[in-house]
């Protein structure tokens, strides 16, 4: 099935870019690699990949391109900046955006690749480092049936539940929902612990008994375990939870839709932000929730 899929271009190489080239390589999909940051693209190097040093010179060697970027603003100008990708891409060829970003964004630029004959998907991606580690992902796709079918195979190479939700920008309303859901369930979780911490009982468990009923959650599970241990090393980064947030806002104020109970958690994520944490995982707002505690408690 990789010999069929022709030559993967891969734009994107973090915490979840990384992994999720390494496991396409590892299935045999021949791989063409570029990103910001040297390092991560001579380790795929050595996995056997090859080196591009520009978006233009990935996309003119590519068959399918994906992107796995920080923002918006990263795709745009990977696709249409100067070098750009878009300007090199076959007509024919396949692009798929498995970065978090607008959806309106998104529908934009399918129509854009679509004037030069050039598929989109949008396939945003949720289960954090250890999902694109082990290649565990749950991939949201928006796009046409025949090119998310045409790209089943690399999906199936990065991620075990794998949906097609819609028309173009679908995926990316699908992981809008999943950040509201996330970050809301960090918050719960972290309130649960301290409030359990802050009556004389052992949060390790309460979170172990939670985990046995209706409370348990991968949330209780990965990010509960985090808090307790005060292991805030980065899986998903605070501040890249916060431009989903705002994403979430955005998509939700401009269809009239209210979401009171996520309103206050994407206020605690640009607070946490603001006090120079962006750099940590998400889960780190249990801080904020124990320094209240602590606070009221004086």
């Known amino acids: 099935m990789a010999d069929d899929a022709g030559v993967v271009g891969f734009i994107g190489l973090g915490i979840m870019g990384k992994p999720m080239a390494r496991n396409l390589r590892s299935a045999g999909f021949e791989l063409v690699v570029h990103s910001r940051s040297p390092g991560p693209v001579d380790e795929l190097v050595q996995a056997g990949a090859r080196r591009a040093s520009s978006p233009a010179e990935v996309a003119a060697a590519s068959d399918t391109l994906i992107t796995m970027l920080p923002d918006t603003p990263d795709v745009e100008a990977v696709l249409f900046g100067d070098d750009g990708a878009a300007g090199a891409l076959r007509e024919g060829s396949l692009v798929i955006d498995m970065s978090t970003i607008s959806p309106l964004a998104t529908r934009d630029f399918a129509t854009r690749l679509a004037s030069n004959g050039v598929a989109f998907l949008d396939a945003p991606v949720s289960g954090g480092e250890k999902g694109a580690v082990e290649a565990t992902l749950s991939i949201m796709i928006g796009g046409a049936t025949e090119d998310v079918e045409r790209a089943r195979p690399l ?21 809008a929902c999943n950040q509201l859901v996330v970050a809301s369930t960090i918050e719960a979780v972290a309130e649960a612990l301290t409030l359990a911490k802050r009556a004389g009982v052992d949060p390790a468990h309460v979170r172990e008994a939670l985990l046995g009923g209706f409370a348990g959650s991968k949330i209780m599970e990965i990010h509960g375990q985090r808090m307790l241990d005060g292991n805030f090393e980065p899986g998903f980064r605070a501040r890249l939870h916060l431009k989903d947030a705002r994403i979430v806002l955005d998509t939700a104020h401009g269809l009239g839709v209210p979401v009171p109970a996520f309103e206050p958690v994407a206020e605690a994520l640009s607070r946490l932000v603001d006090q120079g944490d962006g750099e940590l995982d998400h889960s780190a707002l249990i801080t904020l929730v124990q320094r209240s505690a602590e606070d009221s408690a004086t």
């Not at 999906?155 to 309303?173: R, Y």
Request: aromatic share 4%.
């Open 155 to 175: 999906f199936a190479a990065m991620g075990k539940t794998i949906v097609h939700v819609g028309d173009s920008g679908a995926g990316q309303v699908a992981k």
